[in-house]
DNA sequence: CTATTTTGTGAGCAGTCGTTCAACTACCAG
DNA sequence: CTGGTAGTTGAACGACTGCTCACAAAATAG
């Protein structure tokens, strides 16, 4: 009974997530919040009760779809677990869009002071990712495509950081070709041995 | 001839950049910073014709002082190094404040969407946190302390990627035990190389 | 002293903010 | 059809935004 709701939850909060990821929380007003989502502030209200709620709501489906895909993706799933963090890094940057607008777990925790709601959420989906690192070196290390005495637990908050640190560099606008040495340089440091026996 | 200026310019930016690293660029609003400083918005739009004005000479003045102060007290004075390395990202953390401010530089990164005039100020501050921890390594180098072939360059963006990374997760509430582990690895990575010939 | 110049003060401007709400529309049960 | 209910719309609200400016205060020059 009732007249039946015209727009998509999924989609206002994907354009919402978006919005928020380019301008961050305070940044979005909501007339542009408006204008992205195709929402009157009465149906924003009604449904999410305030900017604060939508926010979070956006960014649970963040962490739900974006976060946990991409761990899925390039962590969980790759037979490689080395070219598997490999894609998780790359595919962090170079979205073509300018500015490009980061991650919104970043962005979130930077801006934390003013949204501390969000808190739980951005630390959750560190977390994810963390997990994710930890479950594909464990896999690498069994695979023995990792030193068999490599710290899984320490190498994962290390990886963790240092994307977190790439996410702020590509909002600084730094040019891909550093990007891809950072890359480079944790799949080094995690990689086989040199110096071992090589060559 | 004319009235003298009241205000301390060096106090009135420090507390500035104090309220900005807090609250961000956005989040600080004139009748913030009017209490924060001291200042009326007449005499601050006398000398900083406009927030944007008073934001860039705060940041300019984080460069000048903090920054570049941090880096010559841990990564170009100390003889030794690494422990110059370790000290830089530590002092990063743990102020005490709550919640921590974290690095203007990074905040302002991460918000340069919204101020986008601030770009240079990032990246000058960026570079010379990469300079130093250049200048430290080559240094550990000449020491013996790292790897004879440790590659400088690469290292040093590894380094400045972390610690950029490190400030995110500062913002984001992360226990110091943590970031105390993050700092480890960062030393054990670049380190002297384990598995050589140990004991 | 007076005239001139620089700085400080804070009320107030136009515009935007997040939010509310009364009128209106579309649907279902009876 | 009618009555009731859920959803949509957009004008409007008080609070706050960055900013301006007329005036007062304090310094120097003559």
């Known amino acids: 009974m009732g007249r039946r709701q015209l727009w998509d939850r999924a989609e206002v909060l994907a354009s919402a997530m978006g919005l928020f990821r380019r301008r961050g929380y305070q940044g979005a007003s909501l ?22 709620g939508l926010f979070q709501a956006a960014l649970e489906a963040y962490n739900e779809q974006v976060v ?3 761990v899925r993706v390039h962590l969980l799933e790759p037979t490689d677990p080395l070219a598997g963090i490999r894609s998780f890094f790359t595919s962090a940057f170079g979205t073509g869009l300018e ?21 739980a959420g951005v630390r959750q ?23 068999a005495d490599l710290d899984v637990e320490m190498t994962s908050v290390q990886l963790l950081t240092l994307y977190q640190g790439l996410l702020v560099l590509v909002r600084a606008g730094t040019p891909i070709t550093k990007l891809h040495t950072v890359t480079d340089g944790a799949l080094a440091s995690i990689g086989p041995r040199k110096r071992d026996s090589d060559e």
Chains 1, 2 share one sequence.
């Not at 989906?125 to 030193?147: H, K, S």
């Open 31 to 52: 007339r542009d919040i408006e204008e992205a989502t195709g929402l009157h502030p009465g149906s924003l209200y009604r449904t999410f009760q305030s900017k604060d």
């Open 68 to 70: 946990q895909g991409r």
């Open 125 to 147: 989906g560190l977390e994810t990712i963390e997990a994710g690192f930890a479950d594909a070196l464990t896999r690498a290390r069994a695979l023995g495509t990792v030193p």
């Open 99 to 119: 500015p490009d607008p980061g991650c919104l777990l970043t962005n979130t925790a930077v801006e934390s002071f003013t949204v501390p709601q969000a808190a």
